[in-house]
């Protein structure tokens, strides 16, 4: 999209407001109400990459990756809210509500059934990874591009 100078009226301060958000390209919204909308209503797919969780720093130091996304039988440890502390294995990933349900983190109602609770998994950390073949990809392809990264930054100094 060119820019017109006779669409735009400026920021009302003599300043070129569309400076500041145009650099992501324009069609990259800076909406808050965009963005919330993208959020919430995002397909499972989507909302898989979102629901990542960060690895501990042994995992990290392993794995030379930061993040992952969350799945069925990792370990992870709470590290916020009223269950930080608590550690167990990942029993669901509930995505339509954007929460995981660890075991043995779980509460009674007044009928005595127990229900777990939903924790969002920006607040654990993986201890643990379930490692498929499809994983392990994914974790080799992520250590291949920070490899390369820091290649290019040893060759410009």
Known sequence: MKFN????????????????????????SSSRRKSRKAHFSAPSSVRRKIMSSSLSKELRAKYNTRSIPIRKDDEVR????????RE????????????????RVQRDK???????????????????LKLDKD???????????????????????
């Open 5 to 28: 100078p006779e669409k735009f009226r400026g920021d009302g301060r003599g300043g070129f407001g569309w400076i500041a958000y145009r650099r992501y390209g324009c069609d990259v």
């Open 78 to 85: 709470i590290v916020r809210g009223k269950y930080k502390g």
């Open 88 to 103: 167990g294995k990942v029993t669901q990933v509930y995505r339509k509500k954007w929460v995981i349900h660890v075991d």
């Open 110 to 128: 007044s009928n005595g059934a127990s229900v777990p609770i939903g924790i969002h998994p920006s607040k654990v950390v993986v201890t643990n």
């Open 135 to 157: 994983r392990r990809a994914i974790l080799e392809r992520k250590d291949r591009k920070k490899a390369e990264k820091s290649e290019d930054v040893e060759m410009t100094d």
